[in-house]
């Protein structure tokens, strides 16, 4: 087996591919709160124009897929992608931002262009990232290892960002309110957007996927029906969105049930970043569990998550310790499955090219944004129309008592079903690391096989 190594300075490029997400938490964070109380428009209106957007984004992200796969270029398959959508996101993350001097409808199509542009871009960066993996090294344990590095910059990135960003906003609205978010999104986009330039120079394709007797660029329609085909990825898919629909409202309406349910807005900076010291340390840790089945790995996490869970549930937040404590746990369970599950992912890719002969990871990994947006979408929906129909007030100063109780129903309540049911799912998912191996050794054989029948075709010829 192929046990290549991945350069240490690669591998430090992935931990600052992590400031390509800077721009997409900002808005994962403030979307919601943004667009009702700084645009003036009702929850359930922005929930419908979120999912709405999510939907058609989630749309481009297997054609950018099927594109990086079909992607040579001198500077790699993924390079040129990472770049423009780096460019893009900061760009249009800072226009989101901004409050337009229209009427209400003007304002709600100013949002919906350029929340749809933001994400196309980002999907652009992020998935040449998430591509580059594969591409780094075939070794199983340095994927692992790469993945880890990459998600330990993405949560420097965020805890550096959850810790500023409040301060930021306040700094900048002293002068002018309107003006804060764009400001901030410019200082933090962009330092991130300047990491991300860092990782283009110092990173390197160093693996073919595809061996010299394979197709250089497999047809659309066949690639498409090997990914419909493989059972275990369309199993992956489900689990994946159901953590993610449910994250999102937890992470969605953590603003607003601080603001109105906790009544402790000077928490933010505490507990916005906490999620991700949590899983900024799954990630340090996911080194030293390389060794360890990966699938077991992932319901270990899902395990955490659910006790962190149903610590701050049951407890109802009687104290700030149980806040920090469950949402501590929270993040290193979602550490660790964000971690190990790009791995499996791509071990679903050698599943499916055991079975059909098609290596499809750039529209595989593409899967991971689509689920991602089409999850934060329909998250950030229901919580709007959850809090609509709980009778939240756009731009109000106080809420009722009432608000305050949706708001902590809405930020724990799906959130706690998301691990049992991904766990039960997780049952069926049957490609374990014994059964990695041997797939894996025998696409190896059947690669050199079909390498070395290829050779004395051409010798005859």
């Not at 089945?293 to 319901?299: E, Q, T, Y």
Request: include cysteine.
């Amino acid at each position: 087996m192929n046990e290549q190594k991945v350069p240490l300075i690669q591998k430090i490029g992935f931990t600052l591919s992590g400031g390509s997400t800077v721009v997409f938490n900002l808005i994962t964070m403030f979307a919601l709160v943004f667009f009702t109380d700084l645009m003036g428009l009702s929850p359930a209106v922005v929930g419908t124009m979120l999912l709405v957007s999510k939907v058609i984004d989630a749309f481009f992200d297997p054609a950018l897929g099927t594109m990086i796969d079909r992607t040579e270029t001198r500077f790699g398959k993924t390079k040129p992608w990472i770049f423009g959508g780096a460019v893009g996101t900061l760009v249009l993350g800072i226009l989101v931002f901004v409050v337009p001097g229209f009427g209400g409808t003007g304002k709600l199509v100013w949002s919906f262009v350029m929340y749809n542009g933001v994400n196309i871009a980002f999907s652009a960066c992020v998935l040449g990232v998430f591509a580059m993996i594969p591409l780094a090294t075939k070794s199983q344990l340095e994927r692992v290892s790469v993945s880890a590095f990459q998600y330990v910059g993405q949560y420097v990135f965020a805890i550096a960002t959850t810790v500023a960003v409040m301060p930021l906003i306040t700094y900048f609205s002293q002068s002018a309110p309107t003006s804060a978010y764009w400001k901030m999104t410019l200082v933090l986009g962009g330092t991130g957007f300047v990491a991300t330039m860092i990782f283009i120079f110092v990173s390197k394709e160093n693996v073919r996927i595809q061996a010299s007797h394979e197709k250089t660029k497999v047809p659309v329609k066949e690639s498409w029906a090997a990914i419909l085909k493989n059972k275990y990825f369309i199993l992956l898919s489900a689990v994946f969105m159901v953590i993610l629909v449910t994250m999102s409202m937890h992470q969605s309406s953590l603003a607003q049930y601080l603001i109105y349910g906790l009544k402790m807005p000077e928490l933010a900076s505490v507990l916005m970043p906490l999620i991700y010291v949590g899983s900024f340390l799954a990630a340090i840790l996911a080194k030293s569990f390389a060794r360890f089945d990966k699938l077991r790995v992932v319901k270990f996490a899902l395990v955490g998550m659910l006790l962190g869970i149903v610590l701050r549930f049951f407890t109802g937040d009687a104290s700030l310790p149980i806040v920090i404590g469950g949402e501590f746990l929270i993040g290193l369970g979602s550490g660790f499955f964000s971690v190990y599950f790009p791995p499996l992912l791509m071990d679903t890719v050698e599943y499916g090219y055991s079975r059909f002969k098609v290596r499809n990871f750039g529209l595989v990994m593409s899967a991971m944004t689509v689920f991602q947006k089409i999850g934060q979408g329909v998250g950030v929906a229901f919580t709007g129309y959850w809090l609509e129909f709980g009778g939240y007030v756009s731009g109000a100063a106080e809420q009722s008592e009432a608000v305050a109780k949706t708001l902590f129903n809405v930020h724990l309540l799906p959130f706690m079903a998301a691990p049992l049911l991904a766990l039960a799912l997780m049952h069926f998912y049957k490609l374990d690391m014994k059964t990695m191996e041997a797939i894996l050794a025998q696409n190896e054989k059947d690669e050199k096989d079909a390498s070395e029948t290829a050779d004395k075709t051409d010798g005859t010829v």
